[in-house]
């Protein structure tokens, strides 16, 4: 019977070009100007298919939700053009989804509570389906909850207090800003609280900016744990725990000209600076600096944390897309030029145009 069964049940596994089964043996296309490529082919396969039941609830009881489920490779975020397969539940929230192939995937659900207001019940869980149906999945979708914090001084405060605010933003990695989902961003002073309400739970980035000669963002902490550059992942701590900014005085600055062969200065040429801390491609994406040069062929950083940098200029824009952070990592130690940037100091440097 179950031989049958997976014999007669099958579904298209989604393939990347040239025809893998993973985005890790994908083949990234660049398609110049002009140009017309054909034999771009691609064979899909089908793979055994499987049934899941589960059971989306709040702590209210039972009701319908909207809900979507998509393979965790493909988990949808602002920018994606894919909307997943979902629909809504029975009003018990009970569903069945069939034609499922063997892999991991992502359930969420989402329920709309009108209450003086758009208030949201969120929740996912994740799901791997092997070789047989998966039963009695549990998601449970909770409302936000208030993320709190301090922007407080790395080291000895200033004398004078400062009249400056923190910029701060919080935008889902592995999804789109949703329906009745406070969008709300604080600008704490420095120092000072700050409240973020109606969090969801789920992965962040966090993007912070301080606009004052010499500051900088040092440390960001979330329950004590160092999460500067990484994801903010809110609700994998104890109830309560609360974010740590912390800002630095000593920063200083690059100033890069860019200058063609016969020592002309190039204006509108690309500036791309990273950290050389950074030890992997994900690590250079979330330290990544751009910026672009001026008639003169000038280029004035932000406020930089003390340390070494790569810096290159490029004639053509530069979009962060995986290709493009590979490419900059190839060439951190073979085009790239490294720069020292010293406590309180202002860094000058003259570059050529690079291609990548």
Not at 40 to 46: F, N
Not at 237 to 265: E, K, M, N, S, Y
């Amino acid at each position: 019977l179950e031989f049958r069964r997976v014999l007669f049940r099958s579904a298209f596994t989604p393939t990347f070009y040239p025809n893998s089964a993973d985005s890790t043996g994908a083949v990234p296309l660049t398609l110049h100007p002009a140009e017309q490529r054909t034999g771009v082919d691609i064979r899909m396969t089908r793979a055994a298919a499987w049934c899941l039941d589960a059971t989306l609830e709040a702590a209210a009881g039972p009701q319908a939700f909207l809900f979507w489920i998509e393979p965790r490779a493909f988990l949808s975020t602002a920018a994606s053009p894919i909307l997943p397969a979902g629909g809504m539940t029975s009003p018990d929230g009970r569903l069945r989804l069939c034609d499922l192939r063997p892999g991991a995937y992502r359930l969420t659900a989402l329920h709309l509570l009108q209450l003086g207001g758009n208030q949201v019940l969120y929740g996912t869980s994740d799901v791997t389906i092997d070789q047989a149906d998966v039963h009695n999945v549990k998601v449970l979708a909770q409302p936000g909850a208030s993320l709190t914090g301090e922007v407080a001084w790395a080291a000895e405060a200033p004398a004078s207090p400062v009249d400056m605010r923190l910029d701060l933003l919080l935008t889902p990695i592995l999804r789109a800003n949703l329906q009745g989902e406070s969008r709300n961003q604080p600008r704490p002073a420095i120092p000072g609280p700050f409240r973020i309400p109606g969090v969801l739970p789920g992965e962040y980035l966090l993007r912070t900016n301080v606009n004052a000669p010499g500051l900088y963002v040092k440390d960001v902490l979330y329950a004590g744990v160092s999460i500067l550059n990484q994801a903010l992942r809110f609700g994998s701590q104890a109830d309560g725990a609360a974010l740590r900014i912390l800002i630095a005085r000593d920063g200083g600055t690059l100033t890069t000209r860019v200058a063609a062969p016969d020592g002309q200065a190039v204006g509108d040429s690309r500036i791309a600076l990273w950290a050389a801390s950074a030890n992997s491609e994900l690590e250079l994406a979330r330290t990544l600096i751009t910026g672009v040069t001026d008639q003169d062929g000038l280029y004035i950083s932000p406020t930089l944390a003390p340390g070494k940098y790569y810096v290159l200029a490029l004639s053509a824009g530069l979009v962060p897309t995986p290709e493009a952070i590979a490419k900059l990592w190839r060439a951190r130690t073979a085009k790239a030029t490294a720069i020292e940037i010293a406590p309180n100091a202002a860094a000058q440097t003259s570059l050529p145009i690079t291609q990548l």
